[in-house]
C-alpha cells in the first residue's frame, strides 16, 4: 500500500483477494487482450524496452517513422514523441491499453531506470583507489549489435580495457570479477552479477555503457550504474541522455566524429587527474537537476503516479486498487 499525493492510498498487488474489484488492471511486460469495455477496469500497460514500439501498435497499423540504427541503415519502427495515441478509458480502444508507462516522454505516465529498484542487493563498497594500469570497465554479453561489437573492438585496441561480459572479453571468461575482486562479493548474495557490479566499476576510471538500442529517452541502468559506481561513464546511446543525468558527469560519444578520437579524448582525460576530477565533481552536490528529476519519475514512484494519473482523469473513485499481471 502506497500513500501518494492528494490524499490518495494506492493499493498496489497481485493477488486478487487484495484487489477484488481493481480501478486499474496492470500489464508488465505482456499485451493486455481482447477488448476493454466500460464495466472492466482500466488497462495499464509497462513496458521498458525500445523494441515495443513497432507498427503494430499504431491505431492505422502503419509506421509512424523509423529510426535509422547507427552504421546500420536498418528500419527500426519508432514511437516517436510526437505521436498521438488514440485510446480512451472505457469502450473498444484502438491502443491496447488504456494507459501507457514507458521510457517516452509522451507516455501517460513516464518510468525511467533512473530509481533504487535497478540497485538494490547491491556491494556498497567502493574502491579507494583507480586502477592505472586497465582505464576502462565494461561489461556486454548482448552480442551480434553489430555496431557496438565493432566499437567494442576498435576502442579496446586503443584504451587499456578490462571486457568481463560474453562479447570480447579479455579477462580469461565470464565470472572473473570475484575472482580479481573478491572484496566485492555481497555478503549473503547469491553471487549475481549486478550484486557486485557497482563495487568492480568503481576499481576503474571509465566505465563504457552502450546501449542495445538508440532511441531518444531509452537511457538504461547502464548509464546510472556507472554514475553510482564513482566513475565516469563513456555513454552510446540515446541523444538526450543529458536530460537524465548529472551535468558534465559523463563522456557523450555523440561529440566524437570518431572511435579514435574518443580514445585519443579518454586517454588525456585519464592521466590529467585535476580534468578528471571535474566529471566527478556533480557528486558533491548530492543528486540534483536533470538527474534528480529523472529519479523522481523512475519505476520507484510508478505505482503511486499510475494511481495519481487514473484518478486525475476520473477513471475512479480514490482509495485506489491496481491489479497486476506479469
Not at 168 to 192: A, D, F, I, T
Not at 250 to 274: C, N, Q
Amino acid at each position: 500500500m502506497y500513500s501518494c499525493r492528494c490524499g490518495i492510498t494506492c493499493t498496489f498487488s497481485s493477488d486478487r483477494m487484495v484487489t477484488e474489484k481493481p480501478h486499474v488492471h496492470l500489464f508488465v511486460s505482456q499485451l493486455p487482450d481482447g477488448e476493454n469495455y466500460l464495466e472492466q477496469p482500466v488497462r495499464a500497460y509497462l513496458y521498458l524496452e525500445a523494441d515495443v514500439f513497432t507498427n503494430s501498435f499504431f491505431s492505422n497499423g502503419e509506421e509512424e517513422g523509423s529510426r535509422i540504427d547507427r552504421e546500420e541503415g536498418l528500419n527500426i519502427p519508432d514511437g516517436g514523441d510526437g505521436v498521438q495515441w488514440e485510446r480512451g478509458p472505457s469502450g473498444v480502444t484502438t491502443w491496447p491499453g488504456d494507459v501507457l508507462l514507458s521510457y517516452k516522454a509522451s507516455a501517460d505516465v513516464q518510468v525511467t531506470y533512473a530509481g533504487e529498484f535497478y540497485q538494490i542487493n547491491r556491494q556498497r563498497r567502493m574502491a579507494i583507489a583507480k586502477r592505472d594500469n586497465v582505464l576502462v570497465y565494461v561489461a556486454v554479453s548482448h552480442c551480434g549489435i553489430r555496431w557496438r561489437d565493432r566499437l567494442l573492438q576498435e576502442f579496446m585496441q586503443l584504451v587499456p580495457t578490462h571486457s568481463f561480459g560474453k562479447c570480447e572479453n579479455n579477462v580469461g571468461g565470464q565470472g572473473r570479477e570475484l575472482k580479481m575482486y573478491p572484496h566485492c562479493r555481497l555478503k549473503g548474495g547469491s553471487g549475481e552479477w549486478f550484486e557486485h557490479a557497482h563495487c568492480v566499476m568503481s576499481h576503474y576510471k571509465f566505465v563504457l555503457a552502450a546501449e542495445n538500442t538508440v532511441d531518444d529517452s531509452y537511457v538504461t541502468e547502464k548509464l546510472f550504474y556507472a554514475l553510482e559506481s564513482n566513475t565516469v561513464p563513456i555513454y552510446f546511446g540515446a541523444k538526450n541522455a543529458i536530460n537524465f543525468a548529472p551535468p558534465r558527469s559523463f563522456i557523450d560519444s555523440e561529440a566524437f566524429e570518431s572511435v579514435g578520437l574518443l580514445a585519443e579524448y579518454v586517454m588525456k582525460l585519464a592521466a590529467d587527474p585535476i580534468k578528471y576530477s571535474e566529471y566527478l565533481a556533480w557528486r558533491r552536490c548530492g543528486v540534483l537537476g536533470n538527474y534528480a528529476r529523472a529519479r523522481a519519475v523512475s519505476l520507484d514512484t510508478a505505482p503511486c503516479r499510475l494511481c495519481e494519473f487514473v484518478s486525475s482523469k476520473g477513471y475512479g473513485d480514490v482509495p485506489m486498487n491496481a491489479s497486476q499481471e506479469t
